[in-house]
């Protein structure tokens, strides 16, 4: 029998991808769920540097410095000021941008040939390095890649997840003192897009779990931090239960995985697993009681540095929220469960305090949120780079 592979290639339509590049190799898969082969976008961030952003329909995808437009739904792309047609059409489905394939491997190679060249046997895109300058660099010169980002000192790439809680049909807590109707899946959508934007500013790449008001399952959300994530953070509004207390606790707190020790961390915990009842995939219900997490032992390396996260992260939210500063906290919370890499999740304020309330719905106060969680993942990564300097034999 002919292997499927082998079938694939013959039909033009590989399973998957290489992209090969000065930086290393990466596989991306190839799906074909709307007629015709397409890859994720989010996936050819990391190996390629490409960059996208949509704008209503239009879709725009920076590739080398070099701007693509596509329109969501259309088999056109245009370039340089001419158009040129398409197999199939780019499509958002779950989130995520899907590009097609007929772009990547017939179109780039053939606009940017002196920097992309297409094996169709092998289904591998390279990316060729651009011609070395003759003018030979000084022996001391730092090597770019190297050197430190001018705002934040970072000399490495970073790649955050950044999860908005909850969404489409699981609204999150009400919103006790949220103007007009919000509740905790609009505020949590709003500072999640405005930390991208903060994280973006200061040079790190950014993976929102959702974009849209759309609900992505507890289970999956971790899935985003894959291979080439360093962080992922869960976005969330508090709030307490009806009782002489409700109206009077306010303030911020920072969680990451592990066992409960208070009542207080297992009410959080349990509000925020108990947006399982939403899903309809009955795979998602499986897990039965969330124990299973504390004897991961892949997660366990992870707990020390998302606890050094947490308090970071705390510090510099805490130092600008009109309210309390209830400290770094703990909880079985499942959404981080899977992450496998240091993973927090930032209790913004309680919808049920006015103060807490006014704050998060203004516009004010979600960006100095989303500043301020910038600045403590910098931080976390500044400290990082520090240490894999000194374990490399790079530090001072």
């Known amino acids: 029998m002919i292997p499927l592979l082998l079938v694939a290639r013959l039909l033009g339509v590989p399973q998957q991808v290489l992209i090969a590049t000065p930086r290393g190799q990466v596989s991306v898969p190839v799906v074909n769920d709307h007629g015709a082969a397409a890859v994720a976008g989010v996936l050819l961030a990391q190996p390629l540097g490409l960059s996208q952003s949509l704008d209503g329909s239009t879709l725009r995808v920076t590739l080398n410095e070099q701007v693509f437009e596509f329109d969501i739904g259309s088999p056109f792309v245009r370039y340089a000021g001419a158009a040129y047609p398409l197999v199939g059409a780019p499509y958002v489905a779950r989130d995520t941008i899907f590009l097609p394939l007929q772009w990547l491997t017939g179109h780039v190679p053939r606009l940017l040939g002196s920097r992309y060249h297409w094996d169709p046997w092998l289904s591998r895109l390279d990316e ?127 969680y990451f995985v592990s066992d409960a020790k208070t009542e207080d961390q297992k009410r959080v915990a349990e509000m925020e697993n108990d ?88 516009a004010q106060g979600q960006q100095r949120i989303a500043s301020t969680i910038a600045d403590g993942i910098v931080a976390y990564l500044v400290e990082f780079e520090r240490k894999l300097a000194i374990g490399t034999g790079g530090g001072r």
């Open 128 to 254: 060729v390095p651009p011609p070395t300058p003759l003018v030979t660099r000084p022996a001391t010169t730092i090597p770019p890649a190297a050197t430190p980002n001018p705002m934040t000192g970072l000399r490495l790439t970073h790649t955050v997840v950044v999860d908005p809680g909850h969404g489409g049909i699981d609204p999150g807590n009400p919103g006790m003192y949220f103007p007009r109707g919000l509740t905790e899946k609009d505020i949590t959508l709003g500072i999640g897009r405005l930390l991208r934007t903060e994280l973006q500013r200061r040079g790190l790449s950014v993976v929102l779990t959702r974009a849209t008001d759309t609900l992505i399952d507890l289970a999956g959300r971790p899935t985003f931090c894959r291979a080439d994530c360093d962080l992922f953070v869960s976005i969330h509004v508090n709030s307490m239960p009806p009782g002489r207390r409700q109206t009077q606790v306010n303030g911020v707190e920072t």
């Open 275 to 362: 947006a399982l009842r939403f899903e309809t995939d009955a795979s998602s219900q499986s897990s039965g009681p969330l124990g299973f997490i504390l004897n991961d032992l892949q997660l366990n390396e992870y707990l020390r540095e998302s606890a050094r996260l947490a308090e970071l992260v705390q510090g510099k939210v805490a130092a600008i929220h009109p309210g309390e500063d209830r400290g770094v906290q703990q909880g079985p919370f499942l959404v981080l469960a899977a992450a496998r890499r240091p993973a927090i999740l930032v209790e913004t304020g309680f919808a049920t305090n006015p103060r807490d309330g006014a704050f998060l719905a203004s």
